[in-house]
């Protein structure tokens, strides 16, 4: 899309702030818009001479003071030797105002609702010399369609009475960040680290490397673009310095087209192996996790991390039920294009969530790598949930306010462990504000929507550590390259992962 499309997109979004009688007159256009799909639309219009003669009166009105032409003084050459002497600059004043005002009178008129640029090459568009001013574009707005049922909704949701068993279990993740690596000649076993090089290959084609990974040996492997199964298998029948092979499939939506769907060689040698030991809750060591003066306060707020993250998990099965509820009659296309575009949002929205709900960095890649393998389909439901969950919340009245906002950054900065001035600055930074603001709306309305729900109990387990998340690409190329937050150091009282 051309610069050029930015000013456009500004006219359609907004009045423009000409000031002058003949923007405060309308137009008198004639629009003819075609819908190409549910939520595009090719919009044509056709500005009269009349108004086009008005526009040029107006602005030769104004340039007539500061005019300057050999032989006249400031403001006395002729109307008609300004006219001629200053044409392009006229035709180009001209036509920025027409379509500002024209753009946005066929937003008002028409009652669209865009959701992205208009596709306008505005130096395409000519200022005749007779007859009308004419030009087409094509938008993507939100779609029409009838708002579902939302009330009285049935939903099962996950309840779980955390055990010390749990706590057991998050702490021994937690304290094996601390944990002390112990070479070991023999194989490598479930939970021992590995340090191995990775080849990818399409026959004898290289596709992708990578050197001395540390990899924690575990059932599965997962890329950005494929997952390995029997993972820990195929490691104990290595040997340091010998390769062994594996058949991956690669994701129906990798960044490489040609080697979706692929079944194609994975290749691992393996370099070092080294057993993991998990070191004593010292006094020293309770400090560095975050300041706490006992084990059974570190154990307390472990606890806190995973009350923390089954709320995560309540919230998004209970999103999942209502999504599904609210989208079942959505059969409505969405541009392809459109998806794309949205696809790295949606993951940069799945991690702000997490963050914001106290996962690790470890926690946080295997989830994205998840979501990448199907990004364009999840991409679709979400944006499908959100047009909707929008028209309830403009029927309702929701708003997003300055204090939301600051409850989502204290809330994301006391689990990374940064300042909130610094949360909001790198969010800001990345443009990220509007997605923070859709994640605020989108709860609002979901907790109105499930505040009219019936709930059903059902047992929750917490999600085994059964995947090693490696941020490494088989195909090469990596669908949303987005940063992955790394590791911070927590604020005194906060483990730093659970």
């Known amino acids: 899309m051309s610069s050029s499309s930015d000013q456009s997109a500004t006219a359609l979004a907004s009045p423009a702030s000409v000031g002058d009688e003949a923007a405060a007159q309308p137009l008198k256009l004639d629009i003819a818009i075609d819908?190409?799909?549910?939520?595009?639309?090719?919009?044509?219009?056709?500005?009269?001479?009349?108004?086009?003669?008005?526009?040029?009166?107006?602005?030769?009105?104004?340039?007539?003071?500061?005019?300057?032409?050999?032989?006249?003084?400031?403001?006395?050459?002729?109307?008609?030797?300004?006219?001629?002497?200053?044409?392009?600059?006229?035709?180009?004043?001209?036509?920025?105002?027409?379509?500002?005002?024209?753009?946005?009178?066929?937003?008002?008129?028409?009652?669209?609702?865009?959701?992205?640029?208009?596709?306008?090459?505005?130096?395409?568009?000519?200022?005749?010399?007779?007859?009308?001013?004419?030009?087409?574009?094509?938008?993507?707005?939100?779609?029409?369609?009838?708002?579902?049922?939302?009330?009285?909704?049935?939903?099962r949701r996950p309840s779980r009475t955390i055990s010390d068993a749990d706590v057991d279990e998050a702490l021994t993740n937690l304290l094996r960040e601390r944990a002390r690596f112990v070479p070991h000649d023999g194989a490598a076993k479930p939970g021992d680290l590995i340090v191995a090089n990775l080849r990818c290959l399409d026959g004898d084609t290289v596709l992708s490397e990578a050197a001395e990974l540390e990899l924690i040996v575990r059932p599965k492997l997962s890329f950005a673009d494929a997952e390995l199964a029997d993972f820990d298998t195929l490691v104990a029948k290595a040997r340091a310095g010998t390769p062994v092979t594996a058949t991956v499939k690669v994701s129906d939506e990798a960044a490489v087209e040609s080697l979706r769907g692929k079944d194609v060689t994975l290749e691992l040698t393996v370099v070092d192996v080294k057993h993991l030991e998990l070191p004593d809750l010292?006094?020293?060591?309770?400090?560095?996790?975050?300041?706490?003066?006992?084990?059974?306060?570190?154990?307390?707020?472990?606890?806190?991390?995973?009350?923390?993250?089954?709320?995560?998990?309540?919230r998004r099965q209970v999103r999942q039920q209502v999504s599904s509820a609210l989208t079942a009659s959505a059969g409505w296309d969405l541009p392809p294009d459109l998806l794309r575009r949205q696809s790295l949002r949606e993951l940069e929205r799945a991690i702000l969530e997490l963050r914001r709900s106290g996962f690790d960095d470890d926690s946080i890649r295997r989830h994205v790598n998840e979501l990448r393998q199907s990004v364009m389909g999840s991409t679709a439901?979400?944006?499908?949930?959100?047009?909707?969950?929008?028209?309830?919340?403009?029927?309702?009245?929701?708003?997003?306010?300055?204090?939301?906002?600051?409850?989502?950054?204290?809330?994301?900065?006391?689990?990374?462990?940064?300042?909130?001035?610094?949360?909001?600055?790198?969010?800001?930074?990345?443009?990220?504000?509007?997605?923070?603001?859709?994640?605020?709306?989108?709860?609002?309305?979901?907790?109105?929507?499930?505040?009219?729900?019936?709930?059903?109990?059902?047992?929750?387990?917490?999600?085994?550590?059964?995947?090693?998340?490696?941020?490494?690409?088989?195909?090469?190329?990596?669908?949303?390259?987005?940063?992955?937050?790394?590791?911070?150091?927590?604020?005194?009282?906060?483990?730093?992962?659970?």
């Open 35 to 155: 819908k190409l799909s549910a939520c595009e639309r090719r919009v044509r219009v056709s500005i009269p001479r009349e108004d086009i003669d008005r526009y040029r009166d107006d602005a030769l009105g104004e340039m007539m003071p500061a005019a300057m032409l050999p032989g006249f003084r400031p403001g006395r050459a002729p109307r008609r030797l300004v006219s001629s002497r200053f044409k392009s600059e006229l035709s180009d004043q001209i036509r920025s105002k027409l379509l500002a005002d024209a753009m946005t009178q066929v937003s008002e008129q028409q009652k669209l609702s865009p959701i992205s640029e208009p596709e306008l090459d505005v130096n395409a568009v000519l200022v005749p010399a007779d007859g009308p001013m004419t030009f087409e574009f094509k938008i993507e707005v939100r779609p029409e369609f009838d708002l579902p049922d939302w009330k009285g909704l049935s939903i």
């Open 381 to 498: 439901a979400a944006l499908k949930e959100h047009f909707i969950l929008e028209r309830i919340a403009e029927d309702q009245s929701i708003a997003d306010a300055a204090a939301d906002y600051d409850e989502e950054i204290r809330a994301i900065a006391a689990q990374s462990g940064e300042s909130p001035r610094r949360v909001r600055a790198n969010l800001e930074k990345r443009g990220l504000m509007d997605v923070l603001r859709n994640q605020i709306i989108e709860r609002k309305t979901i907790d109105l929507i499930t505040s009219h729900a019936k709930f059903t109990d059902t047992p929750f387990e917490f999600q085994k550590r059964d995947a090693e998340a490696v941020d490494h690409a088989v195909c090469g190329s990596v669908v949303g390259e987005e940063e992955i937050p790394t590791a911070t150091q927590p604020e005194p009282g906060s483990p730093r992962r659970a």
């Open 282 to 314: 010292s006094p020293e060591l309770l400090d560095e996790l975050g300041s706490f003066e006992s084990p059974d306060d570190l154990r307390a707020a472990v606890l806190k991390q995973l009350e923390n993250q089954l709320e995560w998990h309540r």
